[in-house]
Structures are given as C-alpha cells and as structure tokens.
C-alpha cells in the first residue's frame, strides 16, 4: 500500500518551455502532498505544500509564480514549472499524506529528473 | 530552516556487517522518520517512530525514537549488498509550529562490499 506515482520521470526541453509533473495517490487519499527539489548529493528541500482544494503554502525562497502548484483532488497534485530555465534543471520529488497532517508519514514518488538545454 | 545533524556522512561496511547511523536536532520532535534512496528514486520509508523511547525494527532494520525526542538512530544487522544507498533520517513536529512539515538529515550514504 502507500504507492505514489510520479510523471514523467525524466524530462529534456528547450529554455523558456513550462514542464508539467504529476504527483498521483494510487491506493490512498491524500490530504496533502508535499513537493520537493534535491540537487546532487545533498538532501530534499521543501519548496511547497499544498492541500487539496486550497492554494499551496511555498517556502521561503520559492517563486510561486515560477512553480505553480495544483491540488484538484484527493489522488493528483501537479506542479508545473513555468519558462523553465537551466538553472531549473533538477530532480523533482513529490510526497502524499493521507488522514490529515498528524498521524500518516510522507510517502514518496520515484522523483522527475528535469534538464532544461 | 532547522536541520538535522545526521553521522556518519558516509560508511563503508562488509557484507554481514552491521550498520549504525544517527540524526540529532537542537529541537524535539513528535515523529522521526528514516528513508533510504537509491540513485535516481524517491525516498523509500523504512521505519516510522510515533514515541519517545519507542524501538521500532523492521526486518534487519531497527531503530529508535530518543527519549529526548531530540535523537534517532538506525541500525542495519548483517548488512547485504543490497543496502547500498543513501539512508536520511526525517523529523517531523518540531516546536517551531509547521507541525506537518519533515526536515530531513543531510544523508548517510552507505558502501557494502561484498
């Protein structure tokens, strides 16, 4: 159980294209999913949080309307990456939480490599 | 943001070896998390720690929430190759009020030679 599946896993484009990843909940509902970026051999950093329903929470640092979040149901987050800019090539990771904040660990997608030429 | 003081960075073991990493923070935490990663995956969760003092194993794996809730450790037991991977500790519930949120270690990466 706790199976999430991320989309695509690895992504190439041009400069200044808008790439869309997709975060899904396969056995579970998540109330919340989480979105994460890790560059090489360093650990997850949070960029934002997001309820379903409701607008996504960024961290400090983290353009909103650079990386736009989306939490239309219980099963499916998407974060789209907007102009895309080599300097946002990355491993993208998604996370879902089921039964409310408290109580459920974060389970994890298998990441989105983007390279951005 | 807060982080977490995961050691060893790195450990090169022999098969059949038993494996010991720790996470300490500066502040408590209601929920330590430990996850490994393989090259190119997500995190994978191995065990969840809900209790102050809780031992926890998981197969070869077993681990436990500190007393203080300020410390976790993780140990493997006769280790196979298959263990290589980066291994984080994660906590969650710290006093600082986003209760939801996970910080995570910096990673051990472990080495098994067979």
């Known amino acids: 159980g706790a199976v999430v599946s991320q989309h695509p896993s690895w992504v190439i484009c041009k400069s200044g294209t808008s790439v869309k990843i997709e975060c899904r909940s396969l056995?579970?509902?998540?109330?919340?999913m989480f979105w994460y970026r890790q560059f090489p051999k360093q650990s997850l950093m949070l960029m934002a949080t997001?309820?379903?329903?409701?607008?996504?929470?960024?961290e400090q640092g983290v353009e909103k309307d650079k990386f736009l979040i989306n939490h239309a149901s219980l099963t499916l987050s998407t974060l789209t990456v907007t102009s895309a800019h080599p300097e946002d090539s990355s491993f993208y990771i998604c996370?879902?939480?089921?039964?409310?904040?408290?109580?459920?660990?974060?389970?994890f997608g298998d990441g989105t490599r983007l390279s951005i030429l | 943001g807060q982080q977490l003081n995961q050691s060893p960075q790195s450990m090169f073991i022999q098969e059949g070896e038993d494996a010991s990493m720790n996470c300490t923070s500066s502040s408590i935490f209601n929920t330590w998390l430990w996850y490994k990663q393989d090259p190119g995956e997500g995190p994978v969760l191995l065990i969840a720690l809900y209790k102050a003092g809780e031992l926890t194993s998981n197969g070869r794996l077993t681990a436990q929430f500190g007393i203080t809730r300020k410390d976790s450790f993780l140990n493997i037991s006769a280790s196979i190759p298959s263990d290589v991977g980066i291994y984080f500790c994660a906590g969650q519930g710290d006093s600082g009020g986003s209760n939801y949120k996970l910080t995570f270690g910096k990673g051990t990466l472990l080495t098994v030679n067979p």
């Open positions: 996370s879902a939480q089921g039964g409310g904040v408290y109580g459920q660990p974060q389970h």
């Open positions: 056995d579970f509902q998540a109330t919340t």
């Open positions: 997001s309820n379903e329903g409701s607008k996504a929470t960024y």
